[in-house]
């Protein structure tokens, strides 16, 4: 049975094949192959038969699933242990070896991704995310962000009266996230 054009009812259609590229989060994008149909009547192409959204969620799914090892070992790469891992997270023993076996849930992998991209965090959850702890994070990656966005940059630190004060100061790169900008700035933080 010829599957019919939903836009002209002809059954004069044939499947092509086209090639899609999914971007998979610190991973290389997934390169989706589907077939789809062309009407030779009308000339519209599409998903006649509905088969698109089961196989790309099937697609992405697997690439997904099979990112989680390379996300551990870059962990590991930067020095953090898959034990390390399982004891800031509080997470039953041997977790980590099922995940990068593949028995990982997506929330699962979603916490991998958001570890490989500030590892910073294990360090917060292993003290038990501490007022201290969230400081020293934030501060953590304000100098990162300060680092990365400025030249020519300078920086003191000040305590007096129980109080605590880092200035650093350096020229923008480029525009920066903030909404107020002037080509020389000083940042301040300043905690108790």
């Not at 049975?1 to 290389?28: G, W, Y």
């Not at 990112?67 to 790469?77: E, H, I, N, T």
Request: hydrophobic share 35%.
């Amino acid at each position: 049975m010829k599957t019919l054009c939903p836009f002209c009812d002809s059954d004069n259609t044939e499947k092509i094949s086209v090639t899609e590229h999914f971007p998979i989060p610190f991973d290389n994008d997934v390169q989706f192959v589907h077939e789809q149909f062309r009407c030779n009547d009308c000339e519209e192409e599409g998903d006649f038969d509905n088969s698109y959204d089961r196989d790309l969620t099937k697609a992405i799914t697997k690439a997904n699933l099979a990112s989680a090892p390379a996300l551990m070992d870059s962990l590991v790469k930067s020095g953090k242990t898959m034990v390390y891992v399982e004891k800031a997270l509080r997470l039953p023993y041997r977790t980590t070896a099922r995940w990068k076996r593949g028995r990982i849930s997506h929330s699962a992998l979603a916490l991998l991704r958001l570890i490989r991209f500030s590892p910073d965090l294990l360090e917060l959850a292993d003290d038990n995310f501490s007022e201290h702890a969230q400081a020293k994070y934030r501060l953590k990656q304000l100098c990162i962000f300060f680092d990365r966005h400025t030249i020519n940059t300078s920086g003191s630190y000040n305590a007096t009266d129980g109080k605590k004060e880092l200035i650093l100061e350096g020229s923008f790169l480029a525009t920066p996230i903030v909404s107020s900008y002037e080509p020389k700035s000083t940042w301040g933080v300043i905690t108790k």
